[in-house]
């Protein structure tokens, strides 16, 4: 299927790993890097968090409606993104401008934090504080800071909404909506976030082990990952979606895989491509029980065991809404880069019930059937109730 390519121009990202791109690539290659760390702060029970500890900008220069944690990490991730996006819309309509973002928390944090000042100390909460916690505030925001006069909206669909709100900036770019589109996710820890989990009983007693024998599940983390999206040419083109939403069960995903196994198809035949011309997969791998079981088998259902593929969630947390996006920017690092693959991060110890699906440690050396350097990355994003995503991300020629 042929459509006009639609470039990921730039890239603007922080999480665990680093408050820039150049951080997150060093730490992501590090054998040591063990960026979680063990926090009493959100449960009743110490937790592994992948927190971002430093190097945010100061809230105190925006308007008090614009001031969460949230917005904290998403300008953190813009103000990497400025200088390229004001040169590619310096000569585009605020109107052909979009914003779409993915998250799950918004400001829930801070109204949190709004609600135990009034139980506690009947402090009331100021009028402004209410958008903050509006699902679309980073939108909002986002586009007053750039003012973008187009599109501007949050997709709020779990654990795929960053990677849906890059397949949604697509289409308003091919269907001729917007010429440029500011997209990715942003997430932050809360404590609402990480209790709910914690009730679901899907948290990890340690650090989350993806594709391993004694996984237990997940790890809880933050982030932002924002991309300039343009027709204007560079050297790493958003190729190819797929979104399916097999709607098997509220929380846990469909044990065939079914809806995976057609986004992944779906996005290979949207960029025109073979399964056995991918050359790295950023898995889903959430250490849960049901999910890798279920993605191992997806995988090897499309892809056999030939393509080297990863679970990143060990080293940034899984960054819910975010997640998508962060895996789309670590697909797009590894494109630019073109030094190594991301590793595989867990305790060794392989689940002999599972598919063999090539876990990575990241040497481009000891992958045989990679191209080199790697030219095609797919990404998988797997949400509650079945809502699924796979992008392709393809490394142009020249580059």
């Known amino acids: 299927m042929q459509h006009n390519p639609v470039y990921l121009n730039q890239l603007g990202m922080v999480c665990s790993l680093g408050n820039d791109t150049q ?54 991730a813009w103000q990497q993104l400025r200088e390229s996006f004001e040169t590619l819309s310096a000569n585009v309509s605020p109107e052909r401008i979009g914003i779409v973002l993915g998250s799950s928390t ?51 669909t779990a654990c795929s909404s960053g990677a849906k709100a890059l397949a949604s900036a697509r289409r308003l770019i091919q269907q001729d909506v917007c010429d440029v589109v500011i997209a990715g996710g942003v997430d932050s820890l809360a404590a609402m976030t990480l209790n709910g989990f914690d009730a679901l009983e899907s948290m990890s007693d340690g650090l989350c082990n993806p594709f391993g024998r004694d996984r237990d599940g997940i790890n809880i983390g933050e982030g932002a990952a924002i991309f300039v999206m343009s027709k204007t040419p560079a050297a790493i083109s958003l190729a190819g ?24 198809t779906q996005a290979l035949q949207d960029a025109d491509v073979a399964a056995s011309n991918i050359d790295y997969i950023n898995l889903h791998g959430t250490a849960t029980e049901q999910n890798d079981r279920m993605e191992a088998k997806a995988v090897y259902s499309v892809f056999g ?95």
Not at 40 to 48: A, C, G, I, L
Not at 241 to 263: K, N, V
Not at 313 to 329: D, V, W
Not at 366 to 386: D, I, K, T, W
């Open 106 to 156: 918004s400001g829930i944090a801070e109204a949190c934090t709004t609600v135990e000042n009034w139980h506690k100390y009947k402090v009331p909460a100021s009028p402004t504080r209410y958008a903050i916690q509006e699902i679309s505030a980073p939108a909002m925001t986002l586009a007053d800071w750039t003012g973008a006069q187009g599109p501007a909206f949050v997709i709020s």
């Open 23 to 76: 951080s997150v690539w060093q730490t992501l290659q590090q054998a040591d890097a063990q960026p979680l760390m063990l926090s009493e702060q959100w449960t009743n029970r110490p937790v592994y968090v992948g927190e971002v500890r430093h190097g945010l900008p100061a809230l105190e220069a925006l308007p008090e409606a614009q001031r969460s944690r949230n917005n904290q990490l998403l300008l953190c």
């Open 305 to 399: 065991s030939e393509v080297p593929c990863s679970s990143t969630k060990r080293l940034t947390g899984h960054t819910l809404g975010a997640a998508g996006a962060i895996e789309a920017g670590l697909c797009w690092l590894t494109l630019t880069e073109q030094t190594a693959l991301p590793p595989h991060r867990w305790d060794g110890n392989g689940d002999t019930e599972l598919q063999p699906i090539q876990l990575t440690n990241g040497s481009l050396q000891q992958c045989e059937n990679v191209q080199q350097p790697p030219r095609l990355a797919l990404s998988n994003s797997f949400a509650f109730g079945g809502n699924n995503i796979s992008l392709i991300f393809e490394r142009q020629h020249g580059h």
């Open 241 to 264: 979606c797929g979104e399916t939403s097999d709607a098997h069960h509220i929380s846990a995903p469909h044990p065939d895989g079914a809806g995976a196994i057609a986004a992944m």
